[in-house]
């Protein structure tokens, strides 16, 4: 029976160092983005983006949004949802154009930006959204890997929009 234990030990042991020696060979930064057309303006997109308040009513998986207190560096925020509690800020904000958020706890295992890029387009507005990602964890890095991706997010994100989009701006 102890042999047994020292095996699986030896086993689950060899596992864990292989799979941190294989995170540590993958970059700890990337990039991803994706680029989306609506027929909202974009006043109407840049509102909804940066009206956190109202991100439960339209976002999927984000049930509750805190906005904490100023601190003068920008707007923060928790976002509470499926997947636990994320703090974010704004970094930058520029109407209608542009929208710069940050994962702003340092305590996550990930962190980076979203850069949200708005063209007028016509009557409507090309979206671009750009996650410029950074895994700290290395055996994270590996389950990003094997198990999901950055465009992931970003792909339920601008679906999520389309709601925006058909109403051409908030109610």
Same mark, same amino acid.
């Given at each position: +029976?102890?042999?047994?234990?020292?095996?699986?030990?030896? %086993?689950?042991?060899?596992?864990?160092?292989?799979?941190?020696?294989?995170?540590?060979?993958?970059?700890?930064?990337?990039?991803?983005?994706?680029?989306?057309?609506?027929?909202?303006?974009?006043?109407?997109?840049?509102?909804?983006?940066?009206?956190?308040?109202?991100?439960?009513?339209?976002?999927?998986?984000?049930?509750?949004?805190?906005?904490?207190?100023?601190?003068?560096?920008?707007?923060?925020?928790?976002?509470?949802?499926?997947?636990?509690?994320?703090?974010?800020?704004?970094?930058?904000?520029?109407?209608?154009?542009?929208?710069?958020?940050?994962?702003?706890? @340092?305590?996550?295992?990930?962190?980076?930006?979203?850069?949200?890029?708005?063209?007028?387009?016509?009557?409507?507005?090309?979206?671009?959204?750009?996650?410029?990602?950074?895994?700290?964890?290395?055996?994270?890095?590996? +389950?990003?890997?094997?198990?999901?991706? @950055?465009?992931?997010? %970003?792909?339920?994100?601008?679906?999520?929009?389309?709601?925006?989009?058909?109403?051409?701006?908030?109610?």
């Amino acid at each position: +029976m102890i042999k047994w234990m020292l095996i699986a030990a030896a %086993i689950v042991a060899v596992l864990g160092v292989t799979l941190t020696a294989a995170g540590y060979l993958l970059p700890r930064t990337h990039t991803a983005s994706r680029t989306r057309s609506y027929a909202a303006p974009p006043p109407a997109l840049f509102e909804a983006i940066s009206d956190v308040r109202r991100y439960a009513e339209w976002r999927t998986g984000v049930t509750q949004v805190d906005i904490l207190p100023d601190d003068g560096k920008g707007l923060r925020f928790r976002e509470h949802g499926r997947n636990g509690s994320v703090l974010f800020r704004f970094e930058s904000l520029d109407p209608p154009r542009r929208v710069v958020a940050r994962i702003a706890d @340092p305590k996550l295992p990930f962190g980076g930006t979203w850069t949200y890029d708005l063209q007028a387009s016509g009557t409507g507005t090309s979206l671009t959204i750009t996650e410029d990602g950074e895994v700290s964890n290395p055996i994270v890095r590996v +389950m990003q890997r094997l198990f999901f991706s @950055p465009l992931d997010t %970003i792909d339920q994100y601008l679906a999520d929009l389309n709601s925006i989009d058909r109403g051409k701006g908030q109610s």
